[in-house]
């Protein structure tokens, strides 16, 4: 079994920055990829952010380029989102996922592994 469990979440200015983390236990993810995905209410879930735990390759949303950057720390097996320039549209309840494979997908279906979520709420 995978475990992922992410933090970091909470209530910010627009303009202002989170960094938001995704600890993973259990099973070893080590030669594959995790995502970051958000949804808000009313809309689907989407995808943010990739990477592969090996290369530390990454993928981004065009909504987020520029302003969010997505990080691994292999030996304590956790990842990181560090969003920058937060805008009232990127509220949302963000949540990581997990793969073995290490593809940089973006597409929800395609990961098995999935955290709780934590809440990000941006105040204009």
């Known amino acids: 079994q995978v475990q992922l469990v992410e933090s970091g979440g909470g209530l910010v200015q627009a303009g202002g920055s989170l960094r938001l983390s995704c600890a993973a236990s259990?099973?070893?993810?080590?030669?594959?990829?995790m995502g970051w995905f958000r949804q808000a209410p009313g809309k689907e879930r989407e995808f943010v952010a990739a990477i592969t735990w090996s290369k530390g390759s990454t993928k981004y949303a065009d909504s987020v380029k520029g302003r969010f950057t997505i990080s691994r720390d292999t030996a304590k097996t956790t990842v990181y989102l560090q969003m920058n320039s937060l805008k009232p549209e990127d509220t949302a309840v963000y949540y990581c996922a997990g793969d073995r494979r290490p593809l940089l997908m973006t597409i929800r279906n395609w990961y098995p592994y999935w955290g709780q979520g934590t809440q990000v709420t941006v105040s204009s």
């Open positions: 259990g099973r070893t993810l080590s030669d594959g990829a």
